[in-house]
């Protein structure tokens, strides 16, 4: 397992920003990020400090990891999945295992959200967003897992050994990863989640009815707050809840950018990231 | 006021008979986001009255969080006369906690 002292989950302006900072301080700091992110789509930045003429979102982003690489920080392409802290941080994403004294999360924000009458009635009450956590309770018991690509099979993997039975349901969605041999796939569209006092199943859009004692929302990748709610940072639902010093109710963890809400900027997410390096140098010094 | 750990032998004294609302906090060690309310639920217990906490180890204490249908935690129910009057499910602010107790 690799070591640091600082890893940064998202390689956005906020990721990146604080990865200056943290290599200049000579912390050993990893950049994790799984694509482009936000800025991707951005043809022409126009309003960020110090451009003469607009560049693109994949230019300035390219540009700033190259100074980070320069610096001395470490990127790499992978996907968190799962964080778990106990004096220090593990992170589990696709390619592997990550440890750190201090972690930032600046995943920005996720559009996703599933609007399936039932979810969010029965949330606690057999659905859940976090199987690591919850599949104790689903021991010998029907399950489903709710999602599409990697971060689903790895929901299903944690259950796997415990529950009865495990479905993925894509809610009508393509499926983009593979999946364990004896995993029944269905890619019909949900219409809800039933049951009054706790989930008893779901019905698919044509009417069908899968009986389910659990579902598991495991929506596109894990964003901020799924990965906050498994670490047991305090989020809005939305956003991830820091102080002025950019830190959540975890020690040693740390949030900036879009994933902390606010005004969705650049320049904000930049800023935000340099605040959160200052925390982490402080962190990580004063932890040894 | 001290944190009392609530077990199958005295839930109903503690928590049923109880003449003030109880605040319980169902967790178990390997539950992550459990370790941060622990803490949380502490703090408050320090600065509150006229309300009783709890914890309840949900794998020494099966029986009780199946009959409370607790199938994710942190769970927090909020007990008075002997019943329900108020739940959560996740990590909840001390603030959060307050709400929930109605005060
Ligand atoms: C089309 C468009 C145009 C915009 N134009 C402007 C503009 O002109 N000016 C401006 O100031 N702002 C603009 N914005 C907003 C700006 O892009 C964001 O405010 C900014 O990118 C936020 O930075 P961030 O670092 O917080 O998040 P992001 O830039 O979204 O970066 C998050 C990173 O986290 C990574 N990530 C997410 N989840 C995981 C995971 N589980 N594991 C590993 N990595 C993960 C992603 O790969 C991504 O790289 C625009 C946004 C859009 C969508």
Not at chain 1, 95 to 108: D, F
Not at chain 1, 124 to 137: E, K, L, N
Not at chain 1, 258 to 277: F, N, P, Y
């Amino acid at each position: 397992m690799s070591e640091y002292d600082v890893i940064i989950v998202g390689n956005g302006p906020a990721g990146l920003s604080a990865a200056l900072y943290t290599s200049r301080a000579n912390l050993r700091t990893l950049v994790i990020g799984k694509d482009q992110g936000a800025l991707a789509k951005a043809d022409r930045i126009e309003n960020y400090f110090g451009l003469a003429e607009p560049i693109s979102g994949c230019e300035l982003v390219e540009n700033t990891k190259i100074q980070a690489k320069n610096l001395g920080a470490d990127l790499v392409t992978d996907e968190i999945f799962h964080i778990s802290w106990n004096q220090d941080f593990t992170l589990e994403g696709r390619e592997g295992s990550y440890r750190a004294k201090a972690v930032l999360l600046a995943t920005g924000t996720s559009r996703k959200k599933a609007d399936i009458e039932g979810l969010s009635r029965l949330e606690g009450h057999g659905v859940s967003y976090c199987a690591i956590c919850d599949a104790f309770f689903y021991r010998g018991r029907k399950v489903a897992v709710l999602g599409n690509e990697e971060y689903a099979v790895h929901e299903l993997a944690q259950l796997l050994p415990v529950a009865g039975s495990a479905a993925l349901l894509t809610d009508g969605k393509e499926l983009k990863a593979k999946v364990p041999e004896g995993v029944q796939v269905i890619t019909k569209k949900i219409r809800s989640v039933d049951g009054e006092e706790a989930v008893t199943g779901v019905t698919f859009a044509d009417g069908e009815r899968l009986p389910a004692d659990g579902l598991f929302v495991a929506l596109g990748s894990a964003g901020a707050v799924d990965l906050a709610r498994k670490v047991g940072a305090l989020t809005d639902g939305r956003s991830i809840q820091v102080d002025e010093a950019m830190a959540t109710n975890v020690p040693g963890l740390f949030a900036a950018g879009d994933c902390t809400g606010g005004l969705l900027q650049i320049s904000t997410a930049v800023g935000e990231g340099a605040k959160a390096a200052m925390s982490m140098i402080k962190y990580v010094r004063r932890d040894g | 006021m001290a944190v009392i750990k609530i077990t199958e032998q005295n839930f109903e004294e503690e928590v049923l008979n109880a003449d003030v609302p109880v605040l319980v906090d169902f967790w178990a060690v390997w539950c992550g986001p459990c370790q941060m309310q622990g803490p949380i639920v502490d703090e408050l217990a320090e600065e509150v009255s006229g309300v009783k906490f709890g914890k309840l180890n949900v794998d020494e204490n099966m029986s009780l969080a199946q009959r409370y249908r607790v199938a994710s935690i942190p769970t927090l129910l909020v007990f008075k006369d002997g019943r329900i009057a108020a739940s959560a499910v996740g990590l909840q602010s001390k603030d959060g906690l307050k709400r929930l107790l109605g005060i």
